[in-house]
């Protein structure tokens, strides 16, 4: 399994999450709204709906949180596991409670779906999350491995080459040394046979195998010479290379941090100036939007300082955000 079909199933872990805790929030705000409105005096019935949005946000905290320590590899100790839990079961609870006071159990069954597949998917989400993580970290280190044992390979077989090259270079100079040897053991006899009548020709002779020697040789040094200097020029190249491409680097991290200052600064500006008198033209007002919704601000916030709709900035920031990130769920808590 590559990189990419590691994220393709993150993507559907994640969006499928995040829709199984949509439908439980919607479905607890309209089955325990009531009941609340049933059990607070009447001039505080408008207050019904935060008790099943409080235990939502707690829900969404969780599995947010959980999803990101997971993808990490930590782990937030026994306080997570206590609140995942308790969100969990106050939602069950409050889902179920109408219905058990009524004596109804297949009203209690059905209101009970809800949040058990709640607390089910965010147990089953972070396990799996926790696995992922796992396998993609033990793909790495295989990967590293296996690739620490191709340059080890890689430089066995460049040190094999130099020294069969450099065997084969001593080799031919014993042969030589010895055919020389040879030569002159011939030479010896030779003379020794015809030391009268052939004595200038020997001389000659040694005088013209001393000629190539001293040649052979030249050229032997030369050429190792000019290998050296090769090497010498590729090495400083190779240097030279690496020190370009950090300087390359150097400069690329100056130039991103200081547009990452400078639109900072941007941001802090525009969200500095407060709340909108009138109305700002749209260009301002959607810079306005991107700067909000970049520091974490809500949609009604951000609507506040550039003086236009809700359901505008809403949608800008919908443009802002990935929708397969889940980015559904979080925009409509943030409108809340």
Request: charged share 35%; with cysteine.
């Amino acid at each position: 399994m590559n990189a990419v079909q590691v994220r393709s199933a993150e993507r559907a872990l994640s969006v499928g999450t995040w829709l199984i805790v949509a439908g439980a929030m919607l479905y607890s705000i309209l089955t325990v709204t009531p009941l609340a409105a049933a059990h607070t005096p009447d001039k505080w019935d408008w207050t019904s709906p935060i008790l099943p949005l409080v235990v939502d946000a707690a829900v969404v905290i969780v599995v947010r949180l959980d999803s990101v320590l997971a993808r990490l590899g930590g782990h937030g100790g026994a306080w997570p596991i206590a609140l995942r839990w308790m969100t969990g079961c106050m939602t069950l609870a409050l889902n179920v409670a109408d219905s058990a006071l009524h004596k109804d159990m297949v009203g209690v069954a059905v209101h009970s779906v809800a949040p058990l597949l709640l607390i089910v998917t965010a147990e089953t989400g972070l396990a799996y999350r926790r696995a992922i993580t796992t396998a993609v970290t033990a793909l790495k280190e295989a990967q590293r491995a296996e690739r620490e044992r191709a340059e080890q390979a890689a430089r066995e077989r460049a040190e094999a080459a130099r020294r069969q090259a450099r065997e084969e270079r001593e080799h031919a100079a014993l042969l030589a040394r010895e055919q020389r040897e040879h030569e002159a053991a011939l030479a010896r006899e030779q003379a020794e046979r015809e030391e009268r009548r052939h004595r200038e020709e020997q001389e000659r002779q040694a005088v013209r195998e001393a000629a190539e020697l001293a040649e052979r040789e030249r050229r032997e040094r030369e050429r190792e010479q000019r290998e050296r200097e090769r090497e010498r020029a590729e090495q400083e190249a190779a240097e030279r290379r690496e020190r370009e491409r950090h300087e390359a680097a150097e400069r690329e991290r100056r130039e991103q941090r200081e547009r990452e200052e400078r639109a900072e600064r941007e941001r802090a500006a525009l969200l500095a100036r407060g709340p909108a008198t009138s109305k700002l033209p749209e260009d301002e007002a959607r810079a306005v939007v991107a700067a909000a919704f970049t520091a974490g601000l809500s949609v009604r916030s951000a609507a506040e300082l550039c003086g236009w709709s809700v359901g505008w900035v809403s949608s800008r920031y919908a443009e802002h955000r990935d929708p397969a990130a889940g980015g559904g769920a979080e925009l409509a808590i943030a409108g809340r």
